[in-house]
């Protein structure tokens, strides 16, 4: 496939990108369209300096990153410049790849940075920070949220002077609305509950802990919420228990129903 590379002072560069990536210094020959776009972008005009100028923990520290099968990104420096794999460039989308490689992060991530931000700068203080469940819009500026999970470690060169921030992320979508469903589904089952005719009372647990109670089942046996939620049933209705106590026994072996008539 073909590499056109437009730098910002408008050369263009056309390339070959699996004839030319043993062109590349050793530490970019990794496979990926990321390498040759690396290896031919013009780093002149950012603060990381000419290519053949890095420092070596730089350059281990890119080559780490392309060979990282999960999204990956190396952020340079205080003003975060930004190296990343093959992976990581679905994440940031095409809109935003064609001027987010050598750009800052605060800058490519402008609309999230409030949430990220303190991120970057506590892993350039050295913690190592994780990120969970951050929401991102992709799908090139369409409304479309999708989560993932953020590891920022710091990099230090030889002198152990932390030098830049190790980026890595996984998707968390499925996760995240899984989560959400279970959620909906449950707050949907207190409102069926709460606005039923009847009395109902929800236990869980081997203790039979009361997780939800209607106004029904409170007037019928003269109980405040308060007094049932959060406890287990026997404790919160000691009346019921010597009676109520084998029948429960029995649906939670049998999976069976059991009607009791007063």
Not at 7 to 30: C, G, K, S, W
Not at 50 to 55: R, V
Not at 109 to 117: K, N, P, V, Y
Request: net charge negative; with cysteine; glycine share 6%.
């Amino acid at each position: 496939f073909l590499i056109l590379c437009l730098h910002r002072d408008y050369t263009l560069r056309i390339m070959f990108a699996e004839e030319n990536i043993d062109q590349l210094p050793p530490f970019l020959q990794v496979p990926g369209e990321m390498s040759v776009l690396i290896g031919s972008f013009n780093w002149a005009n950012t603060p990381l300096g000419p290519l053949e100028q890095w420092p070596a923990t730089l350059k281990f520290s890119v080559n780490m990153m392309l060979s990282s099968a999960f999204p990956a990104m190396i952020c340079w420096g205080r003003s975060f410049v930004q190296i990343y794999n093959d992976s990581f460039r679905s994440i940031i989308g095409l809109q935003k790849h064609s001027a987010a490689l050598g750009e800052s992060a605060s800058a490519t991530f402008s609309e999230i940075w409030q949430t990220l931000g303190p991120s970057f700068h506590r892993a350039m203080e050295g913690e190592t920070v994780s990120a969970p469940d951050t929401m991102l819009a992709l799908n090139d500026g369409l409304p479309e949220e999708q989560y993932f999970q953020f590891s920022f470690s710091p990099v230090r060169d030889e002198s152990g002077e932390v030098q830049a921030v190790f980026v890595v992320c996984i998707e968390t979508t499925k996760k995240v609305m899984a989560f959400n469903d279970l959620n909906a589904y449950k707050n949907n089952i207190k409102r069926v509950i709460r606005q039923a005719p009847v009395g109902i009372c929800i236990v869980n647990g081997d203790s039979l802990f009361v997780t939800e109670v209607n106004s029904a089942f409170l007037q019928i046996i003269g109980k405040r919420k308060d007094e049932l939620v959060n406890r287990p049933y026997k404790d919160a209705y000691n009346s019921a228990e010597a009676e109520h106590e084998s029948i429960v026994e029995q649906v939670i072996r049998t999976g069976r129903e059991h009607t009791v008539k007063e």
